[in-house]
């Protein structure tokens, strides 16, 4: 009896897997990427964790959100689940945000340099291997999927997962996705975005004069109309800003508040109307630091940002001039982008940062 009891419980538990796994399947309801996310998410796992898993997919959480499904949300929803928070932090910016270009896993370890989202990273260098990493996890899980081709971006992510974690984000995290005015002023109203820590805004035609969200983190800008202005109490609620991205906006002069983000340690002015630098100098916990603007001059209160890792001026395509000893004074500088046009370097020679022209 002992030599025949190990072969049949082995032959019953793999009857039992299989029973589950059909049923597993079922509830994806034949839908390709709800079918692989789920089968990666428990490829290996026992018994228990098909059985958690089927019962999830019986009882989903939400409701239709937008084109996806109670059913499908539940799919890939549980593929979610089975990530660790460094992957979970670094897959909802892949849906909220969005990366449409080649430098779509630089952008990713920049805002991760500015949320603190990996404890053990001290270097750009290890924020990149790191993002890499993480990246090629979530591809693997199908979370994230392989470019088709050269033109892709690295960081592509399929419409129906996109809108899962959209809903993901707004549902767990209280993180808003917004492309419209009235939305807007409706969420301000109701106090919606109370406890939010990442607003990300698309084609929003103007600003509130002031947002008062203690909680915020993150703040990504994309106005409807260019070089759309910003009010100068705009800041003032915004303790916690680690990472602000602002495209296309007028900043000359920056407003008011600005000074006020004492934890600001990213900050992308893209495409901005800038007046001068001097005022970004005085954000001493700035790490990363990316302008792209028609300035012809860097301020030398620039060289004041100690703790500066990345200086990008790679698209000021106007700059003609840097102060002597600016950039030498930025003494943890790791990589430094400038224009290929520039060649005005009187008083400027290191050699613990490097130099990519574009």
Avoid at 20 to 39: F, H, K, Q, S, Y
Avoid at 64 to 91: D, P
Avoid at 310 to 335: A, G, K, M, W, Y
Wanted: aromatic share 6%; net charge neutral; with cysteine.
């Amino acid at each position: 009896m002992k030599t025949m009891l190990g072969p049949c419980l082995r032959r019953w538990q793999v009857n039992v897997l299989q029973s589950l796994a059909l049923d597993v399947a079922n509830r994806c309801e034949g839908l390709p990427i709800a079918i692989v996310t789920v089968a990666k998410a428990l490829k290996g796992k026992k018994e228990q964790a098909w059985r958690t898993a089927l019962l999830e997919l019986q009882r989903p959480s939400l409701g239709n959100e937008g084109s996806v499904t109670a059913k499908t949300y539940a799919c890939i929803r549980l593929s979610y689940n089975q990530l660790n928070s460094e992957l979970k932090s670094i897959f909802l910016p892949c849906c909220t945000v969005g990366f449409t270009s080649d430098e779509s896993v630089e952008r990713l370890s920049r805002y991760g340099m500015g949320l603190n989202l990996f404890h053990t990273v001290r270097t750009m260098q290890e924020a990149w291997d790191k993002v890499i990493t993480l990246v090629q996890e979530l591809k693997n899980s199908s979370l994230l999927l392989e470019p088709f081709d050269d033109e892709q971006p690295p960081i592509h992510v399929h419409d129906v997962v996109r809108d899962v974690g959209r809903a993901i984000a707004i549902h767990d995290h209280n993180n808003y996705i917004v492309n419209d005015d009235v939305i807007l002023r409706d969420l301000i109203e109701k106090n919606t975005l109370k406890n939010c820590t990442s607003i990300v805004l698309y084609n929003i035609s103007e600003l509130p004069e002031e947002l008062d969200r203690q909680k915020l983190e993150f703040l990504y800008v994309k106005p409807k109309t260019r070089f759309s202005k910003i009010h100068d109490k705009f800041f003032k609620g915004m303790p916690n800003l680690g990472v602000v991205h602002l495209i296309e906006m007028v900043l000359s002069p920056l407003p008011a508040s600005f000074h006020l983000l004492k934890k600001l340690r990213t900050l992308y002015l893209d495409g901005c109307h800038l007046g001068d630098t001097v005022d970004i100098g005085k954000m001493k916990n700035l790490k990363i630091l990316v302008l792209s603007s028609k300035i012809k001059q860097l301020s030398e209160k620039i060289g004041e940002l100690t703790r500066l890792k990345v200086l990008d001026l790679s698209h000021c395509n106007n700059l003609q001039f840097i102060p002597p000893n600016t950039i030498s004074r930025l003494t943890q500088l790791e990589e430094l982008y400038m224009p290929n046009t520039f060649d005005q370097w009187q008083g400027e020679a290191s050699t613990s940062w490097s130099i990519c022209l574009n």
